[in-house]
């Protein structure tokens, strides 16, 4: 089956510093990224959507400068948070699709803590 | 904007016994997803529905899409401890997005 992975799997770090975190589609080609953000006990809120080669598509109320995405090819695409804050410690899931409207395999997520 | 609900937000029941949980978009759909998240896991794919009043099963697991393609039903038969988790619904509205419901939590007592 379609593997995504994800890294780091969690992550501390102090305040003002930026993060990165890894997606990629282990065995197949997705032409489309998606990068979703989950408070506990929440449903999953779509961030951006990420297309190889072109830039996000961020929704309504995410900072595009706070989250910055890049689809560098049809495997990878990155999620950098600048100069993390409390209020953005949450769990991050990326999730990966070979075409539009199609299954969505989902990376295993990154925890990420800011003090 | 389009929303997707789901009710109940949250399902206790005893081992052996049925579970249902309904989803209920906005708007027309053009195919429903369902997933399950363990807790402290990730999302895992269950089905996908196409077509107008489809039903899928999957062992105790059995699928619905409305004739109106707007909502959704997962049903579980005999749920057993394993069946916990948070059940998700996910629609495609044909616009460039999954739409995620609000999630059902269902806990099962041994």
């Known amino acids: 089956g379609a593997v995504v992975s994800q890294h780091p799997s969690r992550v501390i770090c102090k305040s003002g510093t930026s993060v990165k975190i890894e997606c990629r589609s282990l065995?197949?080609?997705?032409?489309?990224m998606f990068w979703y953000r989950q408070f506990p006990k929440k449903s999953l809120m779509l961030m951006a959507t990420?297309?190889?080669?072109?830039?996000?598509?961020?929704e309504q109320g995410v900072e595009k400068d706070k989250f910055l995405i890049n689809h560098a090819s049809l495997t990878l695409s990155t999620l950098t948070v600048t100069s993390a804050h409390p209020e953005d410690s949450s769990f991050y899931i990326c999730?990966?699709?070979?075409?539009?409207?199609?299954?969505?395999?989902f990376g295993p997520g990154t925890r990420l803590t800011v003090l | 904007g389009q929303q997707v609900m789901q009710i109940p937000q949250y399902q206790h029941v005893q081992e052996g016994e049925d579970f249902t949980t309904y989803c209920n978009s906005s708007?027309?759909?053009?195919?429903i997803q369902w997933y399950k998240q363990r807790p402290g896991g990730h999302p895992v794919f269950l089905i996908q529905?196409?077509?107008?009043?489809e039903v899928k099963k999957q062992k105790r697991l059995t699928f619905q899409f409305g004739e109106a393609k707007k909502n959704s039903s997962l049903h579980i038969t005999a749920t057993q401890t394993t069946d916990v988790g948070t059940y998700f619904c996910?629609?495609?509205?044909?616009?460039?997005?999954?739409?995620f419901g609000t999630g059902t939590r269902l806990k099962v007592l041994a």
């Open positions: 999730s990966a699709s070979p075409n539009k409207g199609t299954t969505q395999y």
């Open positions: 065995d197949f080609q997705a032409t489309t």
């Open positions: 990420s297309n190889e080669g072109s830039k996000a598509t961020y």
């Open positions: 708007t027309t759909l053009s195919n």
């Open positions: 529905l196409v077509k107008s009043g």
């Open positions: 996910a629609g495609w509205s044909g616009t460039y997005k999954y739409i």
